[in-house]
Nanobody, 120 residues
Framework: QVQLVESGGGMVQTGGSLRLSCAAS????????VAWYRQAPGKVRELVAA??????TIYADSVKGRFSISRASANTMFLQMNSLKPEDTAVYYC???????????????WGQGTQVTVSS
């Protein structure tokens, strides 16, 4: 059974940092692309960052230069978030999917997410 568990969220002030973690069971993060998504209230879920098995990355324009995705092991990945802004406030989800030709396609497997709140 596949399970994704996100952690590391919290409340920080503008300019602060957080590191999100995703722990997986039943799948291997080294076999496919992996990504972080976020969903703010009233908005659609959006891709934040993705990384391929070879280490190629995609970042949303809004987080380039501030966020960094990494794969620590077959079942652990991170999202380092620096210089946080109020508009980064959302629930963050990790995902395993397909990274091909510079695009990421998520599989319909989601954890419970972790809340990130950035105060101004």
């Amino acid at each position: 059974q596949v399970q994704l568990v996100e952690s590391g969220g919290g409340m920080v002030q503008t300019g602060g940092s957080l590191r999100l973690s995703c722990a997986a069971s039943g799948i291997s993060f080294t076999s496919n692309g992996v990504a972080w998504y976020r969903q703010a209230p009233g908005k659609v879920r959006e891709l934040v960052a993705a990384i391929s098995t070879s280490g190629r990355t995609i970042y949303a324009d809004s987080v380039k230069g501030r966020f960094s995705i990494s794969r620590a092991s077959a079942n652990t990945m991170f999202l380092q978030m620096n210089s946080l802004k109020p508009e980064d406030t959302a629930v963050y989800y990790c995902n395993e999917g397909a990274y091909f030709n510079g695009e990421y396609s998520p599989k319909n497997r989601w954890g419970q997410g972790t809340q990130v709140t950035v105060s101004s």
